[in-house]
Structure formats: C-alpha cells, structure tokens
C-alpha cells in the first residue's frame, strides 16, 4: 500500500514503469547516436524518410513525437548539410515532400545499425514469446489511451 494513501505505487505502476523504461532506452539511444553527430529527433526523421519517402513536416513531427516547428526546423539543417532535399515549391497544394539524398541514405545505415543494437540490447532478457507478447501488451495499452 502507498504511503501516500490513493497514490500511485511507484514499483508496481505500470506508467511509471514505462516511464522509467523510455528514459532508459532515450539514454542509450543519444549515447549511441552521438558518435554519429545525430538527436534522436534527427535520427527518427531521417529513418521515417528511409522508410517513407515523401513525408510530409507535419507527418514528420508526427512521427518523431516533435512539434511541426522544431521539425522544420530540423529539415531546414539536413537540407543545409545535404542529408534531405525539399522541392522549391509544394507540387500540390502547401506540403513540401521530404527525400532523403545519397548522404542521408548512407548516415542513416550507419546510425540504424546503432539503435538497432540498441534494442537487441534492451530485449536480450526475453525469448521470442515474451517479446511478442510484449508488443502486444504495449500496443493494447497505446489503444486503450488513443
């Protein structure tokens, strides 16, 4: 029981749990993206274009859990440094497509490898079953809260 009466029981919440498990994989993804020079933020907008060229700034916040304003902001610097190209003028209507160029694609191989070890990482404590029931218990709880 807490002592806080109603309170939330730090231990055995599940919040605070998952809490503590995204500060823990934030932490090891940043030291595992610095040596490539890249956020987090920069990482995940560069591996939504990878995996869906075209991408929209909005859909690219989106995506990487940012605001549309610190996206474009992020897209303005890969446009500078050459790793995302942007036409001149929106095709249609005001969105603006995002492509990844030849240097995004190559820095984005080097850091997806990176977090990838990452992961296997976080998950090397648990067999195949237990990783899939645990990806399905998170996308419950992501259901049950959208």
């Known amino acids: 029981m807490s002592q806080h009466g109603d309170g ?4 055995t919440s599940i919040g605070y749990l998952l809490k503590e498990a995204a500060s823990a ?7 595992a993206l610095r040596p490539f020079g890249m956020t987090i933020t ?10 869906r060229p075209g991408l929209s700034n909005s859909e690219l916040a989106r995506g990487a ?7 474009n902001t992020l ?3 890969l446009e500078r440094d050459g790793s995302v190209i942007r036409p001149a003028q929106a095709p ?3 969105v603006l497509p995002a492509q990844l160029t030849e240097r995004g694609r190559r820095q984005i191989e080097q850091a997806s490898a990176a977090v990838r070890a990452v ?7 648990l067999d195949e079953t237990a990783q899939a029931e645990t990806r399905r218990a998170l996308r ?5 809260l959208r």
């Open 42 to 51: 920069h990482y995940s907008c560069l591996e939504l274009l990878a995996q």
């Open 25 to 31: 994989l934030r932490a090891a993804m940043e030291d």
């Open 65 to 71: 859990f940012v605001s549309r304003q610190s996206m």
């Open 75 to 77: 897209l303005q610097a």
């Open 92 to 94: 249609v209507g005001k």
């Open 140 to 144: 419950g709880l992501i259901q049950s």
């Open 8 to 11: 939330v029981e730090l231990e």
């Open 119 to 125: 992961e296997l990482r976080m998950l090397s404590g």
